[in-house]
């Protein structure tokens, strides 16, 4: 596993570390990835869980308040309630209280039941852990999937943020979906951000979570210092 942190930039705190899978050496997600299919989609899905878990408390997540947001793949799930139990059994055995897990999903992942999906987040939020739906307007169901359901988190795809201090379309776009997760009372997380201009364009826009290399790129198997974009600014 690699981590990444989604920072508070209200407090200058890290929200969560995304953990993303990666090979033995450090090889890319997609490397990993393409060796997945439905023979072996359960059992690596259960295995991402746990790896991450175990690797972000070797990291040293439980000495900071940070949470932990681990990927699944809702199609990898039969039964929420059966499918989490070695998620359970993997937190207790090294300390890691389950209020502190955030499970995200990709919207490019097609869904072949929404409602099955829906059912799963609805588990899932019953039994406390965070929910939260990634790489939001890129996917296949955009806001008819957020209409079927609504998880804590919507993390906004790097393409809409690519560039935003530049592009007024943008901008609205994404004034427009904050302005909806507030009434939805839904917490929204701007990811892929690299440069200070997109920066200060999502601060401007009132967004506070942000994720993106401007601020720390994964670190394979450890916890990645943040950089602040702000101090980068004043040092300049």
Known sequence: MAFQPIVDVDTETVFAYEALVRGPEGQSAASVLLQVDGANLYAFDQQCRVRAIEASVKAGLLDTPARLSINFLPNAVYSPAACIQLTLKTAAAVGMPTDRLI??????????????????????????????????GAGHAGLNLLARFQPGIIKLDMELIRDIDTSLPRRMIVEGMLRMCTALGITVIAEGVETLGEFEALRGLGVRYIQGYLLAKPAFEALPTVTWPVKQAIAV
């Open 103 to 136: 499970f995200e999903f990709t919207e490019n992942e097609e869904m072949l039941d929404p409602a099955h999906v829906a059912n799963i987040i609805a588990t899932y939020q019953k039994m406390g852990f965070g929910t939260a739906l990634d790489d939001f």
